[in-house]
């Protein structure tokens, strides 16, 4: 099984990201899932997590408003657009999805599968 994020990058203060994460070896429409992220030297935040069918969402309130998360389970892919990006949105990204439908999962621990990471970078 594995989940592989995509769509980090370099960009300026208010510019946009779309961050994939395409799952194989299972599929994951019946699981919730979710981005998380971690910034050098703090830890690990969650940034928003999506119910199995997308039906529910829930995002961290630092980025409510500018950030959307979005599933397409015939794609087995989850996707996270980053708009109006902050310098301190950066940080390195990665997706995980839960192994049932449970819905809120905050506690990244309590996922079982994770991607490797996709680094943001925003410059001031």
């Known amino acids: 099984v594995q989940l592989q994020a995509s769509g980090g990058g370099l960009v300026q203060t208010g510019g946009s990201l779309r961050l994939s994460c395409a799952a194989s070896g299972r599929r994951f429409s019946n699981n919730g899932q979710a981005w998380f992220r971690q910034a050098p030297g703090k830890e690990r935040e969650l940034v928003a997590t999506?119910?199995?069918?997308?039906?529910?969402?829930f995002y961290a309130d630092s980025v409510k408003g500018r950030f959307a998360i979005s599933r397409d389970n015939a794609k087995n892919t989850v996707y996270l657009q980053m708009n109006s990006l902050k310098p301190e949105d950066t940080a390195v990204y990665y997706c995980?999805?839960?192994?049932?439908?449970?819905?809120?999962?905050?506690?990244?621990?309590?996922?079982?599968?994770w991607g490797q990471g996709t680094q943001v970078t925003v410059s001031s």
């Open positions: 995980a999805a839960d192994k049932d439908r449970r819905f809120p999962v905050r506690n990244g621990n309590e996922y079982d599968y």
């Open positions: 999506i119910s199995w069918n997308g039906g529910r969402i």
